[in-house]
Structure formats: C-alpha cells, structure tokens
DNA sequence: GCGAAGCA
DNA sequence: TGCTTCGC
C-alpha cells in the first residue's frame, strides 16, 4: 500500500524528504560503493533510489527535498557542546552532495537548505503551515521528528528492509505520550547522537514514569517533582534548570522556511535525458534502469542490447542463441502478443512494478516482457510451457494460492538451485544473483565471461543464468534433491505459512501482564541493591556496577575481552551478592517479554493466526529456518517454557496433534556408523544417553549410571552432533579444558567405531572438497584446506555435523512432503501447520485429530529406511504444551 | 554449531 | 556491530 492509499479523497500529501538523514544513513550503509574512478557515491545512490521509489510508487504532486545548511544553527549558541562529539562531515561525503542536490534538481524536486537552523525545524515548520490544508508525509528517520506527528502527519522511513510508517496512533500507543510532548521526554533521557546528555541514570523507562506524574517539564518544576520517589526526585530537582534547555534543542521551530510556499513544492516533471546521462555518468546502471521502467521512452542504453549472445545454447551447440532484440517495454494488451510458450522455456521474474517474461523456443528468444495481464491467464500460458524458470518460486506462491495451479514440474527455481550448490552464501536474492551474471566466476568449469546482457533483461538473465546453473547441478549431483525434494516442499511451506497457527491472545495478554509486573518489581529491586539506577539490559553498565560498584569478581571475559555479565558467568558468582540472582530472573523474564510476549500478538492476523515464513535457504546444513516471527525458537523448558506453548492453540473444535522424531540425529549417526553399540541400543530401544554413560563410566549396564554420568554422557552426545569443540564442551560441562578433551579422548576410545565414522567423513571431505547428506545435499568445506588450525578443526566438526543434522533435515524433509500428499491426512483435513527440525504439528477437527496424529507417525517413521528404527512421538491437545 | 531476534 | 539467549 502506498503511504497516499492512507489519504484516500482528500487533497493531494504534501511530501518532506530528510535529505540529510539519509544522506547520512546511505554513506555508512554502503561504505564501498564507488564510481569506477573512485569517486564516493554510496550517499547519493541511496538517496536517489530512496526518490526514485518515492516517485514511481507515490506519484507525489508536492514534495520539498531538505537538506542541512553549513553553518552552525541556534542550537550551537545556545549549548556549546550540541552535537560536538560528531567529527567533521567526511570528505568523501562532502564531495557528494553538489553532485546529488544536482540530481534532485534534474528529478523536478523543490530543494530547501536550511540556513541557521536545522533540516529538521525546516520539516516541522512546513508540516505545522500545512498539516490543516493536507496531509503531510515526513520521510525521514529521527525521531526528533515525532514530534511533528498528527491526524493528517504521518512519519515514513522508507529505508531499509522493513520499513516503517508512524502515525499519532501509533505513536501514542507505544509512548503514551502526545506529540508535543516528546521534546521534553527527550529532554529527560537525552539523545546522545546529539550530544544532550539529559538527566543521568533517566531513560526511556524512567522518563516514562516522571511524564506519568507530570505532563510537561512545567509540571515538573512547580509541583510534579513532588510526587517522584525520594532519589529520583533529588536528581530531577538537581538537573532541572538545564533540561528546559535541553529541551529548546530538541524542541523544533515551527517559524522558519516561510518562503518556500505551496507552489514552489509543486513537483515538477522529470529532466528526463539530463537525469538518465547523471546516473550513466556516476555509473548507477540499476537506477537508470529504474528510471527506465518509470519512462518508457527514456533513452536505452548505448551499447546494443543482447541476452545471451554467443552463449551455448541449451538446445545443443549447434546453433548459437540468436540475439534478442532491443528491449521496448510494452504497456501491452497482453497474454494475446506472448510468443507462443509450447514446449519453451519462461523466464519469470518478480520486479517491484510487476512481472516480466521472456520466452525462449527452439527458433528464438523473444523479447522481454511487462506482464498486464490477469494471473489465472497467466497460469494457463506458463501451463504450456516446458520449464518456467524464476529466481524465487516460493515468493511467488506465498504471494498468490493461485500459483498452486501451475504444475509443479514446470518449475525451475533459481534461488534454490544456487543454494544448492553452495549453502553457505548468505544472500540467494534475484539482486544478488543478478549480478553474479556480470562478474566472471572463477570457480566456474565452463568458463563463462561475465554476461553481456542488457539490464533490462531480467527474465532474460533468468534464463541466462539457468544455462549457467544447470551443468553445474548436473555435475555436482544435485538435480534429483532439486526436483524431488527442494522444489516440491515449496508448496508445503507456503500452505504452512498460510495456514498458520493460531495464538490465545488473553492468555498471552495476562501472561505479559503478570511477566510485566515481575519485571518492574525486580527493576526496582535491582536498582536499590546497587544504589544507583540503571539500565539493567544494558551489559556494560551492568558490567560496571557489578565489578565497579559492587566489587564483585568477573568470573569471564567475551571475546572482545570486556567484563561478561553472560548468564553462564552470572551462575558462577550467584551467591556472592543477592543482586545477581534478582538480574538472572530479570534477564530471564525480560527476554520471555521482548522476544515473545511483547511481539508476537501484534503479527496475529485477524482470525488469532500467526504466519511465519520457513525458510529453504537460509542454513548451510539444509535445515529450515523460521523467521517474522521465528516459531523454531518458541520456549518449551520450565514452567514458563509450557505455559508459553499453552497459548499456541487449536481453533475452537480443533485438536492439535505435535509428532516428533526421538533421538533423530543419533539413529542418523547409527546408521552412518554403523556403531554396534549405538545399533543395538536403538534396536532395543534403550535409553542412548545410559547407554553411552555406562561405556563410558565402566558401568555394568547403563541402569548403573548415575544421573550426573548421564547428563555427561548426554552433553557429549551432543556435543558431536552439534560439531561441539573441546572449548564449548568444557563450558557445558563446566569443568577445565583439559578434562574436557580427555573425555572427548575417552568417548572416541570407548566408541571405536563412531572415530572411525569421523575420521572417514573428514577423510572424504578432504578428497572431495565437500560432504554429502543422507539425500545428496552437499556443503563445500574449503576451511578444511586452511593454513589456520582452527579453521581446520572448525571445518572437521562442520563436515560430521552437516551429514548428521543435514541428513536429519532429509529425512523431515521427505516426511512433510509424504503428510502434504497424503490423502488420508487430506480427507481428514488435517494440513500440517508447523515445523520444528525434528516436530511436526497438525490441526484437526476433534473428531479426527488423533487419528490424524497417528496417521503422521506412520508417515513419519516409514518414510526411509535407515539401520536403526525411527521412532515418532506422538501427542494430541488443545494447546502445543498439551499436543506434547 | 547454527539461525532468529532484541537491545545498546 | 557485538552481545545475549531461545530453539534444535
């Protein structure tokens, strides 16, 4: 939804861009960005994408672009230290902004530069003179700037990857202020990016507390001050006088820019060839390429303009590809002029203002499309076609059910394909891969050049880039996982995330009630033992008070080599001071209230249900991830832990059903072993961790071992699972290094044949540059070749670890894809919801659910076959903590 | 060990 | 960005 959507009949939104904000923003966020002569550009690439953007999604009809003048501003004569902590603006940035007030100008955009105040009182000024007549939209992210908010003023950040829109409502339900009194909470905590040090000890929590006692700083002084308790009021009364001052910093004028009036901020239309020669000049080819898509008749680019020219066909090498013609984007009357798709391969692609096509048959690559059309038509045409290549399948079918439709074989993915390959690569975005086109690969046995290809061409580089990646998945093996497993669990996943799971919202509102009051009662608590008040989250004033104030012993460093306040350390002194054990329990509770509590109720949707995205290829061990809101790190330990999992629940009528795999990653290990010890134990079901404890501690039988050797035994289990080195082990355990590495010794000796499973798998890697898992997924381990010991050891524990938890994430893998097209589980109607590495969940009508259970542990447990038995456990509830 | 997320 | 903590 556009920003405007919000105004819908009413006048036109005036828009006031923080330029310098992002001026500032853009040049630390790409610090390496140059033109080729290495001139700095990074700002200006930001700020003209973020107007470019700005342009082509709002279509504004007023706008004043304001940047900050040079010289000092009144706020400099009235506190001498005002933002005197920030050096000097970088040379590299000075240099841009001739350059990008320039661009601004060439966008049609009216520029202010404010002369003796600040960007800021320039916003606030224009958005106080206009706000009754129109809506106004600040784009802009300080948040001094809240308090310009109102019903028609509305604060946008645009950057960055979520971006954000405040309204008054908004911003009232977080503070529980009003706008106009934002300058004085401000005042109170002070904002050290401005250097206004505020009231020590005060911040936000605390100035909330006063602003509940006394609306305004005025309130405060005459009367207000009263009613705070003992200390805090000593501080306020001493700090007094100079928080009205801080408070004229923050506070922002309302009486200046009065020259530019509404028509200056009109919008004028594009300089359309003197903007596209800017950015081919500072060498933004996507922008120009942007600016293209805006324009249509906006010039092309010089050089000629072809897909894959000269590259090998993958029709055979016959004939090469012939070269597309020069790109014209049609507004078109579209599916009738798409070349015909029988039997070719589509190039598909996702851009921010639609889809694009290209089609390439045995006699020719078409041009490149901007699809119009409607979806189902669309479907029907991809239908024909051989293989429908795109850089993101998943998003296309979390974006529409209707792509369900298109048959799976069609697909061709190329974000997965690329993860494939390489897990590790943190990035698989059309973006990223793109431009991978463009740079030559070294690694690459077909020895592509970069591609010559026009930047239009997405849906033609899609295909591009399948002529590059498939030979490489042929060689490395990796097709069948790609079309058997990866690919068809899409559809699962985005059923999943559509599905989704619903939350009890009361009982999550009384639990953030009751873990709130806990808090505050503990921050008190904790602030009157340590005499002073701090902020409790953070671990350098907590590491101050702590070691400083109280004299307390650091029992560790992190590895930066600061004082560590982690909890593990904590343990180590809980009995030397009372204040240690009431910061454990606020560390504990207040993690439960910003991750889950806080959160998660405002991702429900409008049925009580949250959606989470699974991720396929964001691990380098092929497990899923979770994320927006993360359901894989839901709490499930002590009491907090299952009342937690309580407030995940069926809907009314329904039942749901968790099954989870025991023990899956050691039967995995069994059966890669071959471990006699590990195969009998789990053939006659035994409790592994015993078991493992009695070889270990020469015990008869592992009914002999004592609960403290299995817990041992259990940590070390593991700890080879986990890749764990002898460092990690030895803090689980909590004993010296030295023990810990004997033990490991001691383990390996009594479990010959799992050192033997270790050495070969390292073995192999070593030969092969890379393990593979139970269903061929590989992960490339080049630390394995590095000079580094410790890379080396590193990239030993990652080799075992990956075909353990890799091959684990196989097997769940072909688990969900059997319950999805199960039909039993389909005439029951019971759609997995969730997943959690080694757990299933379903929901189910009640009639059904255990049924449905029972009917997903079979599926579970028979879906390969490995050495060793797998075992599902199985329960049904009417919460998650109940299903378990 | 790995991934997600909150916080300073 | 680094630190911390949750899950597996």
Redesign the pocket.
């Known amino acids: 939804m556009s920003i405007k959507e919000r105004f819908p009949d009413g006048p036109e939104p005036l828009y006031l861009v923080d330029g310098t904000s992002f001026l500032y923003r853009g040049f630390y966020a790409y610090p390496d960005l140059q033109r080729s002569d290495g001139m700095p550009t990074n700002a200006i690439f930001i700020v003209l994408r973020i107007l470019l953007r700005i342009l082509r999604e709002e279509r504004p009809k007023y706008l004043g672009f304001i940047m900050d003048g040079k010289g000092p501003t009144f706020r400099h004569e009235l506190f001498e230290p005002y933002k005197a902590q920030r050096p000097r603006m970088p040379e590299d940035m000075a240099v841009q902004i001739d350059p990008l007030r320039e661009a601004v100008q060439l966008m049609g955009l009216h520029l202010l530069v404010s002369e003796g105040v600040e960007a800021d009182d320039c916003i606030a000024s224009l958005a106080a003179r206009h706000k009754e007549e129109r809506p106004v939209v600040i784009v802009g992210s300080d948040k001094d700037l809240k308090q310009c908010l109102d019903e028609q003023v509305v604060l946008w950040d645009p950057a960055g990857k979520r971006e954000k829109v405040t309204t008054l409502d908004i911003f009232c339900e977080e503070t529980g202020l009003t706008p106009a009194q934002w300058p004085d909470f401000q005042a109170l905590t002070g904002d050290s990016s401005d250097n206004i040090p505020g009231i020590p000890g005060v ?3 605390t100035a909330e507390k006063i602003m509940a006692q006394a609306a305004t700083l005025e309130d405060l002084r005459d009367g207000g001050a009263e009613r705070l308790p003992d200390k805090l009021r000593a501080k306020v009364t001493e700090h007094m006088e100079k928080v009205f001052l801080y408070r004229e910093l923050t506070r922002m004028r309302t009486d200046c820019c009065e020259e530019h009036g509404l028509e200056q901020l009109r919008v004028q239309p594009l300089h359309t060839d003197d903007l596209f020669d800017f950015l081919t000049t500072f060498e933004f080819r996507s922008l120009a390429r942007d600016l293209r898509s805006m324009v249509p008749e906006a010039p092309t680019a010089a050089e000629p303009v072809a897909a894959a020219t000269g590259q090998a066909s993958l029709f055979g090498t016959a004939a090469p590809v012939p070269s597309v013609p020069p790109l014209t984007l049609h507004k078109a009357e579209q599916p009738d002029q798409l070349p015909n798709p029988d039997d070719a391969l589509v190039g598909l692609v996702s851009m921010d203002n639609g889809l694009r096509i290209a089609v390439q048959s045995r006699e020719e690559i078409g041009s490149e499309q901007q699809y119009t059309g409607s979806l189902p038509e669309l479907i029907d045409y991809l239908a024909r076609a051989r293989t429908v290549v795109c850089p993101d399948v998943h998003d296309l079918l979390r974006s529409d059910a209707a792509w369900d439709a298109l048959p799976l074989e069609r697909w061709f993915d190329l974000s997965l394909a690329a993860y494939l390959l390489n ?2 690569e ?1 990035n698989y975005s059309w973006d990223r891969l793109h431009q991978s086109l463009f740079q030559s690969d070294p690694d690459d046995p077909e020895g592509h050049e970069p591609a010559d290809l026009h930047p239009d061409a997405q849906a033609g580089a899609a295909l591009l880039y399948l002529e590059r990646v498939r030979p490489k998945l042929h060689a490395a093996n990796l097709e069948t996982l790609l079309r058997d497993v990866e690919l068809p669990l899409l559809p699962v996943l985005a059923a999943m995330e559509r599905q989704g799971i619903h939350l009890d919202k009361q009982a999550f509102r009384a639990f953030l009630d009751e873990v709130q009051e806990r808090i505050d009662e503990l921050t008190k608590e904790i602030h009157e033992l340590a005499g002073e008040n701090f ?7 907590m ?1 101050v008070v702590l070691f400083d104030k109280l004299g307390l012993k650091p029992a560790g460093k ?5 004082l ?7 343990e180590k002194i809980r009995s030397a001071h009372p204040i240690v054990e009431a910061i ?1 329990q606020f ?2 509770l ?7 509590l ?2 998660l109720p405002r991702l429900m949707d409008d049925n009580g249900r949250l959606h ?2 699974f ?1 396929l290829t ?4 092929g ?1 899923l ?6 359901l ?7 009491p907090q ?1 299952k009342r937690m999992r309580a407030c995940f629940t069926a809907t009314p009528g329904n039942l749901l059903a968790a099954a ?2 025991s023990q ?2 050691l039967r995995v290990l069994a059966h890669f072993s071959q471990d006699p010890a590990l195969l009998d134990a789990f053939a006659q079901d035994e409790d592994i961790h015993s078991r493992t404890a009695a070889l270990l501690f020469d015990k008869d039988s592992p009914q002999a071992v004592s609960g403290e050797e299995r817990r041992s035994a259990k940590t070390i289990n ?1 700890g080879l ?5 002898p ?2 082990l030895a803090r689980e355990l909590q004993v010296p290094l030295s023990e810990a590495k004997s033990f490991i010794e001691r383990y390996f000796e009594r479990l010959a044949t799992l050192k033997a499973f270790y050495d070969t798998i390292v073995e192999d890697a070593a030969t092969h540059g890379y393990v593979t898992t139970l269903a061929g997924r590989r992960r490339l381990l080049p630390g394995l070749h590095s000079r580094n010991q410790q890379m080396v ?2 990239a030993k ?2 080799a075992v ?2 075909v353990i ?1 890799g091959s ?1 994430a196989d097997v769940i893998k072909l688990a969900m894809l059997a319950a999805h097209q199960d039909t039993v589980l389909q005439e029951l109607n019971a759609p997995l919801i969730l997943q ?4 299933l969940l379903l929901e189910a009508s009640e009639s059904v659910a255990l049924q449905a259970g029972e009917r997903l542990v079979e599926i579970m447990q028979n879906v390969t076959e490995l050495r060793v038995p797998l075992r599902v456990d199985m329960g049904v509830g009417h919460n998650w903590a109940e299903a378990h």
């Open positions: 911040g936000p929590k897990p590790e943190r902020n409790i989250r953070s671990s350098q004033q590491a992190t590895p930066g080599g600061a560590s306040t982690a909890n593990q350390v904590l454990l560390r504990m207040e993690k439960l209230r910003s991750t889950y806080a959160p989470t995205h991720n964001a691990t380098a061990t497990r991830s979770s994320s927006g809101p993360n894989q790190n839901i709490p499930i330990r002590g832990g989870d795999y899956i990653e593991f699972i986990y890749g764990m080195g460092q990690r050891s590193q524990r990652q670890n990956t938890q684990a959690v590495h080694d757990e």
